[in-house]
């Protein structure tokens, strides 16, 4: 698909940010597939992360052991035709980093300035040229302050956690609804009050709820606002 692009003719960079289970990795795949653009899901940047920190038995506060470790890390994306997997010096590890414990830790890894300071390097990188919808919790406030449109997608946190339940049920994850709950819940109050890029909307966000509306209703909403973003 031909890449849309602004009246200047250069590519849209466009940023979904919000709370776990919020539906922003569904959407963001859907937008960016409607616009023909890239899609980088930088929350699997940390579940790599950390997934690679628990392999090396890095402790999540060890800031010398996390530097030294993504020092040696290689993380890029690899699209197939199962979707965008997320390898690790040359390993598939999409499998693996798709756990309610690897949201934990991912949570608790991205707090780390060394962690954060890896990965901006990266993903601003990976936002050269732009036409990409970056998905994430701090794309629009940090990494990409200068985004063309910006978004934020929440929804009660009842519904995110069915909708988590639901999705790691597909994988056999073990986790109760109630225990997905709490760690939402958890999660929530550990990426809203760090003191390093806490969650939330950035100033010019578009912020949609997301809880009564399914994901076509969501993508048609923010394609409207691209084509607002266009015409102007």
């Known amino acids: 698909m031909k890449k849309r692009s602004d009246s200047d003719g ?9 709370p776990a289970g919020a539906g922003k990795t569904t959407v963001s795949r859907m937008l960016s ?23 090396a038995g890095i402790s999540h506060d060890d ?3 996390l530097e030294k470790l993504c020092g040696s890390l290689r993380l890029e994306f690899v699209r197939d035709t ?5 390898f690790s010096n040359n390993s ?9 414990e690897m949201s934990m830790l991912a949570s608790s890894v991205s707090a780390r ?9 990266l993903q601003r990188e990976l936002g050269k040229g732009k036409g990409a919808v970056f998905e994430g919790r701090d794309m629009g406030t940090v990494v990409f302050p200068d985004a063309d449109i910006k978004f934020y997608l929440n929804a ?29 819940r958890r999660r929530d109050e550990n990426d809203s009050t760090r003191a390093l890029a806490p969650l939330k909307p ?5 912020k949609i709820d997301s809880t009564d509306l399914n994901v076509e209703s969501v993508v048609n909403l923010m394609i409207s606002h691209v084509q607002k973003h266009l015409m102007h």
Do not use: F, M
């Open 156 to 184: 009660s946190v009842k519904i995110r956690a069915i909708r988590r339940y639901n999705e790691l049920s597909d994988k056999k994850d073990s986790s109760t609804l109630e225990e997905i709950e709490r760690d939402i």
């Open 202 to 206: 950035a100033e010019e966000a578009i």
């Open 63 to 65: 800031d010398a052991g």
């Open 10 to 18: 250069k590519l849209l960079l466009i940023t979904i940010d919000g």
């Open 92 to 100: 598939d590890i999409n499998g693996e980093i798709r756990t309610q």
């Open 33 to 55: 597939d409607r616009l023909g653009y890239k899609y980088i899901d930088t929350g699997a940047l940390y579940r790599g992360v950390a997934w690679e920190a628990k392999k």
């Open 82 to 86: 199962n979707g965008l997997h997320l």
């Open 113 to 121: 300035p060394v962690v954060r300071k890896y990965l901006l390097i």
